[in-house]
């Protein structure tokens, strides 16, 4: 269960396409938000929704299709993601991965934004050159970077994020 200390505020948890583990996290965080009090509005694939069932713990589901590689789609994810975090008014956002955390650097939302770094960038060429300055972006453009391990947390303190 997840901790609030009394905040009742509400949260936007944002994914993209996952078949496993960042899927079943950010639904076993947004279980432990509700039953703390948080209202918590989940945004991603409607495929995850379909496969982690986020409304079944409480939270309220957007579909904002991001896949799990950069297309020029993406566009179509951020202007999603504005509308869903504007009809919501949230109080924090929290993306769970870096292409989650790309489309909400880019959607600019008004409330702080965390962005949890999942897994490291392990490919090279010209993708990978693509995804360390997805990684820059991220690390720049959020207000807390936490990580799903220390090299993460670290790798994202050393491209400059808090």
């Known amino acids: ?72 789609a993406d566009a179509r994810a951020v202007l999603a993601l504005r509308r869903a975090l504007a009809a919501a008014r949230v109080d924090v956002v929290h993306a769970h991965g870096l292409r989650a955390g790309l489309v909400a650097v ?16 392990l490919v090279g060429g010209l993708r990978g050159g693509a995804s360390r300055l997805v990684e820059r972006v991220v690390a720049r453009g959020v207000r807390v970077a936490l990580g799903a391990s220390t090299d993460l947390v670290e790798r994202a303190a050393a491209l400059g994020a808090a």
């Not at 996952?18 to 703390?36: D, E, F, I, P, Y």
């Not at 209202?39 to 589901?61: I, S």
């Open 1 to 72: 269960m997840t901790e609030t200390n009394g905040w009742s505020g509400s949260v936007a948890l944002l994914l993209a396409s996952s078949t496993g583990g960042v899927g079943q996290h950010v639904r076993s965080v947004a279980r432990g938000l509700v039953a703390a009090g948080a209202t918590v509005l989940v945004c991603g694939p409607a495929a995850t929704q379909e496969q982690f069932d986020f409304t079944g713990v409480g939270a309220r589901f957007e579909p904002v299709e991001i896949p799990a590689s950069p297309t020029p």
């Open 106 to 121: 880019l959607a600019r939302p008004s409330a702080p934004l965390i962005v949890t770094w999942h897994n490291a960038v």
